[in-house]
């Protein structure tokens, strides 16, 4: 049964929306005012306000109590989530309080009281670098192109953030006058062969004393001069400049390694010849030493027997003469002729008579008789010695 009809189920007499049928008790379906009054009085409960009793009018001074709490606690809420802040490992942070410098905080969870509070966040161990490349004049008033990269960090996060404007640009300039002034005052020779380690030394040196005198809290750890070049106009002249220092360089090498190799062994052959020298010259006086005490030994001798000493030093003579010779002269007693033995002959027709035996063929009966004759004169000589 429908609830608008007689007799149905609704016994109170009451719509849909719970207001009763008849007159002015009857009520519409609720509107948004009411159900915002209902939210207010809920969140007025919540923050202390607590409920009120009755109906209040929806512009009442109880709703904009409520409208201020929730507009505070969004804006405490925005005020918390921006004060507070983290800083990594990496980085630091510098806080100006009313403008001028507070304090500068290390890695962590921190507050600051922003807007009387800046915080200034940067990353101090990060090495950064940038790249610069332009034409400039050298010494000899050549024109080069040099370009460079500079490789720099932060090691003063308070005079980075409050000496200088822009730190980084000023970086930049000083870049470009230490660049110029260093290229300036170098020949173009050394520019485009081995000047650029030397260079990069001096361009960095310079470089960080304009950064010290200006106070920007940047470290210069290293600038990398890149191979330079000629404008392209006279590039194939400078590349043939280029090859013939490069030849002359190896020229120069190979000359060094073969003086390298010849000059030890000169000074090692001069030396071995010295070392020859000094020990020919020690034998040569030893043996004349020797020779001269042999000699005054001798003396002493001869003066006790004349004769028999000078018979014994010509035998002596004679024997190492013919020791030494290949030709040997024979004459018997009584005999006016004297017999000549040709050794050296003999000796070679013994061994081309025989080639295959290696062993030097006996001596003949002639040089078995002269050699028997000597040995029979030293006896004679002997005798007479004894008597």
Not at 11 to 20: E, F, K, L, M, Y
Not at 152 to 171: A, W
Not at 339 to 366: E, F, I
């Amino acid at each position: 049964m429908a609830w608008n009809e007689p007799g149905g189920g609704n016994s109170n007499n009451q719509d849909p929306w719970g207001g009763r049928k008849g007159g002015g008790d009857r009520k519409g379906p609720p509107d948004l005012d009411e159900a915002f009054r209902k939210l207010q009085e809920s969140l007025n409960g919540l923050f202390g306000g607590g409920k009120r009793r009755g109906s209040e009018p929806s512009g009442s001074k109880g709703g904009g109590l409520g409208l201020l709490g929730i507009g505070l606690a969004v804006l405490a809420a925005i005020w918390l989530y921006s004060a507070v802040y983290v800083v990594d490992e990496q980085e630091q942070a510098v806080i100006l309080r009313f403008g001028k410098y507070h304090e500068t905080v290390g890695p962590g969870l921190n507050i600051y009281f922003p807007p009387f509070d800046r915080k200034y966040l940067e990353n101090v161990t990060r090495e950064r670098a940038y790249s610069k490349q332009g034409q400039m004049l050298t010494e000899d008033e050549n024109i080069v192109e040099v370009p460079l990269t500079v490789q720099y960090k932060i090691v003063n996060l308070r005079d980075f953030v409050l000496n200088v404007d822009q730190p980084e640009v000023s970086l930049q300039h000083a870049t470009d006058s230490a660049l110029r002034h260093v290229v300036g005052s170098t020949a173009m020779d050394q520019v485009l062969t081995e000047g650029r380690v030397q260079m990069a030394g001096e361009i960095k040196d310079r470089l960080q004393r304009f950064m010290d005198t200006y106070r920007t809290g940047i470290s210069v750890t290293q600038v990398n001069v890149q191979s330079a070049a000629a404008p392209r106009e006279v590039q194939e002249a400078f590349d043939d400049v280029i090859r013939a220092r490069e030849d002359e360089q190896r020229a120069r090498n190979q000359a060094e390694t073969y003086a390298n190799g010849v000059v030890p062994e000169a000074r090692g052959q001069a030396q071995r010849i010295i070392e020859d020298a000094n020990g020919y010259r020690d034998e040569v006086v030893s043996r004349a030493k020797g020779e001269a005490d042999r000699f005054s030994k001798l003396l002493g001798e001869y003066r006790k027997a004349p004769d028999v000493t000078r018979e014994r030093l010509y035998l002596e003579t004679m024997q190492e003469v013919y020791s030494n010779t290949s030709k040997v002269l024979v004459s018997g007693k009584g005999q006016n002729n004297m017999l000549y033995l040709p050794l050296d002959k003999l000796m070679d027709k013994g061994r081309t008579s025989t080639p295959a035996q290696p062993s030097v063929n006996p001596p003949s009966d002639s040089a078995g008789r002269s050699a028997g004759d000597l040995q029979q004169q030293q006896r004679e000589l002997r005798t007479r010695e004894s008597r």
